[in-house]
């Protein structure tokens, strides 16, 4: 009799032990839309980040549907900030995004995953160097430096850029300091800013092809365009934010206020 008692005296020993034994509560998350906007802020696909683990998830974020890869330059309507949260503690930020190009491509993915896009004025760059070097490197200047292929042989101007950008071309105003002013956004019966209009924000090769063939058929043909040697101002804002009103990178309700859309394009010979 002695063995089954000492058997069941361990047996609670270790009960009272294991219930004393502190407990790891499991924490809690959540998705919570925490930001709505009026108008959607649009972003570019930030490939640096994404390589190959960025993912579009449905709503919940119980379900994988996209992989962000296979939308190297898609344009993103965000509309929505979704905060993950952990025992009521913000841990990330999520966006609710549509593919501007696939409205049925859309989810929730990681908001690090996105580049907004911005538009910069070109009177804000200190030289033609540092404005040459933002049409360059900057996700919002994709469709300028596709304009630019076009004119192989300019030299990118950002004082003749910033009186693009004020749209006194179209007028009988000219930009101090140059001659020969040619209005490349309207070229006799052709108007590749209108065109770039109707189609702003949608993907770039198109566009282009569709330009290209144009300025052909006027007479602008890839030789002619090869021949202008002088300076291009060249504004581009397409379909983007006019500046960063953000906080930690995330859109806030006035950037959806704050967009712009131009085309503006010259061509210009310096007088000294």
């Known amino acids: 009799m002695k063995k089954p008692l000492k058997l069941l005296l361990t047996l609670v020993l270790i009960a009272v032990g294991a219930a004393a034994l502190p407990v790891t509560a499991q924490a809690k998350t959540t998705y919570q839309i925490t930001s709505k906007f009026v108008d959607s802020v649009p972003y570019t696909t930030n490939m640096a980040k994404v390589k190959s683990n960025g993912v579009i998830w449905n709503a919940r974020h119980t379900k994988k549907l996209y992989n962000l890869k296979n939308y190297p330059y898609t344009r993103w309507n965000v509309s ?21 190009t696939n409205p049925k491509v859309k989810g929730i993915a990681w908001s690090k995953y996105f580049t907004k896009i911005i ?44 009186f693009a950008d004020t749209g006194a071309y179209s007028y009988i105003q000219k930009p101090a300091g140059f001659k020969d002013v040619t209005n490349i956004s309207y070229i006799q019966n052709y108007q590749p800013s209108s065109d770039l209009w109707n189609t702003m924000g949608q993907p770039v090769a198109p566009r282009i092809k569709k330009m290209t063939a144009q300025l052909d058929a006027m007479g602008y043909t890839a030789e002619k365009r090869a021949s202008f040697t002088g300076n ?27 967009q712009m859309t131009s085309y503006g394009m010259v061509l210009a010979t310096p007088t000294k």
């Not at 503690?89 to 593919?99: G, M």
Request: net charge neutral; aromatic share 10%.
């Open 80 to 100: 929505n900030i979704v905060t993950k949260r952990q025992n009521g503690k913000a841990v990330s930020y999520y966006y609710e995004l549509t593919s501007q």
């Open 119 to 162: 538009a910069q004025n070109p009177a804000s760059f200190s030289s033609d160097a540092a404005y040459l070097k933002y049409i360059q490197t900057d996700p919002s200047q994709r469709l300028t430096r596709a304009i630019l292929k076009l004119y192989p042989n300019v030299t990118v101007s950002a004082k003749l850029s910033a």
């Open 232 to 258: 291009i101002g060249i504004f581009i804002a397409d379909e983007a934010n006019d500046g960063d009103y953000s906080k930690d990178g995330l859109p806030t309700r006035a950037e959806s206020e704050g």
